[in-house]
T-cell receptor, first 116, second 111 residues
Framework: DGGITQSPKYLFRKEGQNVTLSCEQNLNHDAMYWYRQDPGQGLRLIYYSQIVNDFQKGDIAEGYSVSREKKESFPLTVTSAQKNPTAFYLC???????????????FGPGTRLTVL | QKEVEQNSGPLSVPEGAIASLNCTYS??????FFWYRQYSGKSPELIMFIYSNGDKEDGRFTAQLNKASQYVSLLIRDSQPSDSATYLCAVKIDSWGKLQFGAGTQVVVTP
């Protein structure tokens, strides 16, 4: 059963804590993405990775970090430097742009992070 | 900054009518365009993509693209209450597949 999984579904963070959100895909996609969505707003790109061991900052990378040690996995850490982390976090994957004209992105179910 | 603009709505549509959603984009070089549907509290789901000028139909959905006017639209025919959702327009902004999303249009189908 192919797809993208994210865990946990809900996450609560105390002030000053770092937390890590998991994203795993078994679609054999090269590219993976992290987005943040605030209520009533569209998706904003945090980080993206086109190949293993390489990633680039998106539009709102400050206060976040990522790693891409395996093709299937792209975890996101929300650090204490992120001042307003309460949001809905979405992971997506696609074929690499160099391999496909289409590049449709498919999304995982999301993680809802709340700061206490 | 490359921009994608959508009317936020809500767009109220009677059941059985046609819902018409619009999206404009600023980057004239954009080649690929996507429509996602997002139910409240859920993640976006891809419903249509289009690359060529003109219309593309898939079931009750029709995507329309006019690159000269930098305009892409989505028509939903025979609207059903299950079509009530937010529809996100996305534009591919580089050769690697990076997307720029609009803020979305909320559609409410009334029985």
């Amino acid at each position: 059963d192919g797809g993208i999984t994210q865990s946990p579904k809900y996450l609560f963070r105390k002030e000053g804590q770092n937390v890590t959100l998991s994203c795993e895909q078994n679609l054999n996609h090269d590219a993976m993405y992290w987005y943040r969505q605030d209520p009533g707003q569209g998706l904003r790109l945090i980080y993206y990775s086109q190949i293993v061991n390489d990633f680039q900052k998106g539009d709102i990378a400050e206060g976040y970090s990522v790693s891409r040690e395996k093709k299937e996995s792209f975890p996101l850490t929300v650090t204490s430097a992120q001042k307003n982390p309460t949001a809905f976090y979405l992971c997506a994957s696609s074929l690499s742009g160099r391999l496909s004209v289409y590049n449709e992105q498919f999304f995982g179910p999301g993680t809802r992070l709340t700061v206490l | 900054q490359k921009e994608v603009e959508q009317n936020s709505g809500p767009l109220s549509v009677p059941e059985g009518a046609i819902a018409s959603l619009n999206c404009t984009y600023s980057d004239r070089g954009s080649q690929s365009f996507f429509w996602y549907r997002q139910y409240s509290g859920k993640s976006p789901e891809l419903i249509m993509f289009i690359y060529s000028n003109g219309d593309k139909e898939d079931g009750r959905f029709t995507a329309q693209l006019n690159k000269a006017s930098q305009y892409v639209s989505l028509l939903i025919r025979d609207s059903q209450p299950s079509d009530s959702a937010t529809y996100l327009c996305a534009v591919k902004i580089d050769s690697w597949g990076k997307l720029q999303f609009g803020a979305g249009t909320q559609v409410v189908v009334t029985p």
